[in-house]
């Protein structure tokens, strides 16, 4: 009864489901992964022709208290989406070293 309590009134954050997708860069499959308490499942989904734009993948955070008192994000949900990118990184086109002038450096 006083954990029941606990959890009811605390101001503890409580993640109760973590849900995330992504994409694994060698394969050519999208996966969702939930995550419920003590209970992983992984599901690959059978898209190969209709694959997720990189604006849809990322990660869900399910619970209460998530935000700290003064409305900002809770510190320890910040560092459990540190773990995961949600935006590939795009390569940019970077010029060789010769083909920059002395004009331009000036």
Do not use: C, W
């Not at 101001?11 to 939930?34: C, H, M, N, T």
């Not at 955070?61 to 773990?83: F, Q, T």
């Amino acid at each position: 009864m006083i954990d029941i309590k606990r959890q009811v009134l605390g101001k503890d954050p409580f993640i109760e489901r973590i849900r995330a997708y992504a994409q694994i860069e060698s394969g050519d499959v999208d996966y969702q992964f939930l995550v419920n308490f003590n209970d992983v499942q992984v599901k690959a989904f059978k898209n190969k022709d209709d694959r997720l734009e990189p604006s849809e993948l990322g990660v869900l955070i399910y619970g209460r208290n998530l935000a700290a008192e003064d409305g900002s994000m809770h510190p320890l949900v910040k560092e459990a989406l540190k773990s995961a990118r949600s935006h590939l990184t795009e390569k940019k086109q970077v010029r060789t070293r010769d083909s920059v002038t002395d004009d331009e450096i000036a």
